[in-house]
T-cell receptor, first 112, second 113 residues
Framework: DQQVKQNSPSLSVQEGRISILNCDYTNSMFDYFLWYKKYPAEGPTFLISISSIKDKNEDGRFTVFLNKSAKHLSLHIVPSQPGDSAVYFCAAQQTNDYKLSFGAGTTVTVRA | EAQVTQNPRYLITVTGKKLTVTCSQNMNHEYMSWYRQDPGLGLRQIYYSMNVEVTDKGDVPEGYKVSRKEKRNFPLILESPSPNQTSLYFC????????????FGSGTQLSVL
């Protein structure tokens, strides 16, 4: 059973607008969360992360929000650019466990 | 250039024919792991290694073996491949296991006929 869920397989957004990607998790022991971005024919690359002691982390156009009580996190991309078209994976980890659990991914398409 | 190198990029084989997918990193990372990506399931961890000679099962280890004899290399072995192991495989490494971002290889597309 998947412990990290990305319920939207795809998202289409106009260039310059905000992209919001959602991720839910079921394991309350998760305390570190990451987002990875993947282009076709390439491996995923790290985008941004957040620890459970925070509720927001920002890096340029990318902001991740964490709502621990709802077991929900989201990634905001503002403004969206054509180069942001990719698959985005949410991942979660428990600090005392070596395993990393990934969601199924959300394909983002940024329209010109 | 810091990187994780997987070989081969593409592999077509037949059921039961043993194969090895190699993975090497040049960043002196302690932690390495293997994932498979399948549609609708995302990335699922197969095996991971915390350091040389230390490995453990991930979420989907059945049908796979790994070894970590050197820090830089972490090969994935399929002793008797079956069609349900047709997938896109990624090797990844990080400096340590704790809250560190992973560096991924470019992937190996495996088809088992």
């Amino acid at each position: 059973d998947q412990q990290v869920k990305q319920n939207s397989p795809s998202l289409s957004v106009q260039e310059g607008r905000i992209s919001i990607l959602n991720c839910d998790y079921t394991n309350s022991m998760f305390d570190y969360f990451l987002w990875y971005k993947k282009y076709p024919a390439e491996g995923p690359t790290f985008l941004i992360s957040i620890s459970s002691i925070k509720d927001k982390n920002e890096d340029g156009r990318f902001t991740v929000f964490l709502n621990k009580s709802a077991k929900h996190l989201s990634l905001h991309i503002v403004p969206s650019q054509p180069g942001d078209s990719a698959v985005y994976f949410c991942a979660a980890q428990q600090t005392n466990d070596y395993k990393l659990s990934f969601g199924a991914g959300t394909t983002v398409t940024v329209r010109a | 250039e810091a990187q994780v190198t997987q070989n081969p990029r593409y592999l077509i084989t037949v059921t039961g024919k043993k194969l090895t997918v190699t993975c090497s990193q040049n960043m002196n990372h302690e932690y390495m792991s293997w994932y498979r990506q399948d549609p609708g399931l995302g990335l699922r961890q197969i095996y991971y290694s915390m350091n040389v000679e230390v490995t453990d099962k991930g979420d989907v280890p059945e049908g796979y073996k790994v070894s970590r004899k050197e820090k830089r290399n972490f090969p994935l072995i399929l002793e008797s491949p079956s069609p349900n192991q047709t997938s896109l495989y990624f090797c990844a490494s990080s400096l340590s296991r704790l809250n560190e971002k992973l560096f991924f290889g470019s992937g190996t597309q495996l088809s088992v006929l």
